[in-house]
């Protein structure tokens, strides 16, 4: 891990939704708070496909700042330059602090791991992080492909989550009821490649109009070593691993015990006739108690599909 000092200086950046960290206290009873904690979920700028999440924790301490970014959907081998800017995606402002380059592997996800000297606090609002296109910061290069506002656990923006559009991955047409969802599974590394679209064990909720056709576009990563499926059971309480219900009519995948090869994929169209939180699990064995599954709520009087990290 990489020491910075905090530094001042820029360039541009940009939009995202939010991600819901706990606050950790030293353990014992009234014991004083010596970090805090805050996170950025990074959505996709400039009609590229990457995002991720960046994690800060500050030792109030020793005023050292530590931010763990990880992304996904970049080009293999790419670098990429990021940074914590003062401003809002859409009016970024400028740096605060310089973060160590972003390298991606073969299967196009990266992780950076940045301590930052001499911080005093993080900011409520105002701080965005951001991936640029790189190499280099300038020309094209310093063009955003990730950014993502900074929350601080426990603030309301936290609690209450982020609502987006979320593309490349939701997009909703309100003329036609109709939400077109992505679902990747195996996506990057998060869970040993048990997740869906980088996203494992509940960390991602996708929330739809009561009421609405729902056409999941389902995709099994060429760079998944197993099959994966998709399909849709209750949000909690027992189901059958071994012959599935989905609580919605063809609201599965094919043969969702055996699962669609890498690089496969089906469309999987049902109707969210009942309001209520569900589950999207893969059931090849072994798969959903590894850990990959993610909620879908569907959700009356709203007209809009949005997504939710936690």
Partial sequence: MTFMKANRARAPLCAGLSLTLALALLGGAGAATTTEHASATLSPEAGTRVHGRALLTLDTRTHVLRVVVTAAGMVRGSSHPEHIHAGTCKKPGRILFGLNELHAGKNGAGRSVTAIKGVKGIAA???????????????????????GPVVVAGSKAARTGERTQASPWVRTDRAARTVDLKVIAGYNNAGAGFNYDGYDKGAMTVTVPLGYKIVTHFENSANSELPHSFVLVPGKGSFSLVKPSPVFKNASSPDPTVGTAPGGSATVTFVASKAGTYRFVCLVPG????????????????????????
């Fill in 287 to 310: 798969h959903f108690e590894g850990g990959m599954w993610d909620y879908l709520v569907v959700k009356p009087g709203i007209s809009q599909a949005f997504v939710t990290i936690h």
């Fill in 125 to 147: 609002r105002g701080w965005i992080v951001n991936i640029h296109r790189g190499p280099a910061l300038k020309g094209a290069g310093a063009t955003p492909v990730a950014c």
